[in-house]
């Protein structure tokens, strides 16, 4: 009872730490020469020793890396872990199927586990070894089993408070990017202005004067400091967005005759834009904010696409529950979205390990959706590239999503 007592009394604000504390309450409750408090890993289906006590038997477990043990590769750690059921022997080396290491390297005769449960669900196990023969009773297996139940609380407690402490460093983080972003938009739209009319001065000049080299450079300057004004345009939506003031302003509009407007825009003799669909589909919507969108869309599939190959729009529309939707699909050739992101793909500041950018289109295209009563979905299976789909009801965004 006083080891449960304990156990209760345990800070729960780091995992490993509790854990580890937890062991060494047991390795002296049993008197075992170690105790193990396994987590399974499911990225790499293994059962690592997240709580292991401080002794030399604990110790030389961790220079030998078997706190760590693939459940593939058998043992009775990952047996107890598959199975759910207690383990008890008092001569493991005479165990059929038990790790060679855990026998001749450690020295391992008696070995008592069972499965540890975290709010219902089998999340590892919890052992206790000795070099002894024939030293765990059922007594000692039953004590084990009860304190496991502990031990799953104790690691649920630990887990909420690091998955508070994750979001709130999170949260942290993003409210300062936030504001850094926005007043960086701020100070950098002062300065776009009298460049944009440094540039129209030039052209001018160069147009009275017939420089048509020069005019042809002009007009590429010209078009990197529209991106660059897109750019910030979008930096200053993420602060609209959060304090309630993105609108929109819904009015008939082409989406065919945008996308082409978009693909003449955005592709490059590297990187083609193809536009495929009906002669017109139109619908009720903001145009500018559904350029806005799409040229997020089809930025970030030029992206990813490698050089030679080509973005496509395709325009189609359908009818579902009386209603009909218009669809454009952004398709790249790329190496497709990593499976990890996917779940967060259209989160602010989001980005992959090689993709440069800040990670706000995509979470400024979804908004843009959601503003239209719109859904903006991604498939992307594992190395076949991604096609993002925008859906619009042709009618036009519900009233409640037209006051932003």
Wanted: aromatic share 4%; charged share 25%; hydrophobic share 40%.
């Amino acid at each position: 009872m006083a080891t449960l007592e304990r156990l209760l009394e345990l800070p729960a604000a780091d995992l490993r730490q509790s854990l580890n504390q937890a062991s060494e309450l047991l390795g002296s409750a049993l008197d075992a020469e170690k105790v193990d408090i396994f987590l399974f890993d499911p990225s790499r289906k293994t059962l690592c020793a997240v709580g292991t006590s401080n002794t030399p038997m604990g110790r030389l477990q961790q220079a030998l890396g078997l706190d760590t043990q693939s459940v593939s590769n058998g043992g009775s750690i990952a047996d107890v872990f598959t199975t759910g059921n207690p383990y008890i022997t008092g001569h493991a080396d005479r165990e059929p199927g038990e790790l060679p290491g855990v026998i001749h390297e450690l020295g391992v005769r008696s070995h008592i586990a069972v499965a540890l449960v975290v709010e219902g669900e089998r999340r590892g196990v919890v052992s206790a070894q000795s070099a002894r023969p024939g030293f765990f009773t059922e007594a000692d297996l039953r004590f084990l089993s009860a304190v496991s139940h502990w031990i799953g609380s104790l690691t649920h407690r630990a887990e909420l408070v690091e998955q508070v402490t994750t979001a709130a460093v999170a949260q942290g983080r993003r409210q300062a990017a936030e504001e850094l972003i926005t007043v960086l938009a701020h100070d950098l739209r002062n300065y776009l202005g009298p460049l944009m009319n440094r540039l129209d001065l030039l052209h001018r000049r160069a147009e009275l004067d017939g420089r048509d080299d020069d005019l042809r450079d002009l007009a590429r300057a010209g078009d990197s400091v529209d991106r660059l004004g897109q750019l910030i345009s979008d930096l200053l939506d993420v602060g609209r967005l959060e304090q309630g003031l993105f609108e929109i302003v819904p009015a008939p509009v082409d989406l065919v005759a945008l996308a082409q407007d978009t693909a003449r825009a955005l592709g490059s003799p590297s990187v083609e834009v193809r536009v495929e669909g009906p002669p017109e589909l139109v619908v009720v919507a903001d145009k500018a904010r559904i350029r806005q969108a799409l040229d997020n869309l089809v930025s970030n599939a030029i992206k990813h696409s490698p050089r030679g190959k080509w973005v496509l729009i395709k325009l189609s529309s359908d009818l579902r529950e009386g209603k009909e939707r218009a669809h454009i699909d952004v398709v790249d050739h790329g190496s497709g979205v990593p499976p990890e992101l996917l779940p967060r793909i259209f989160d602010r500041f989001v980005t992959g390990a090689k993709t440069q950018g800040i990670g706000l289109g995509l979470y400024l295209a979804s908004r843009i959706a959601a503003a239209h009563g719109a859904a903006l979905t991604v498939n992307s299976p594992p190395g076949d590239g991604a096609t993002f789909r925008l859906s619009l009801p042709v009618s036009g965004p519900p009233d409640h999503a037209r006051d932003g």
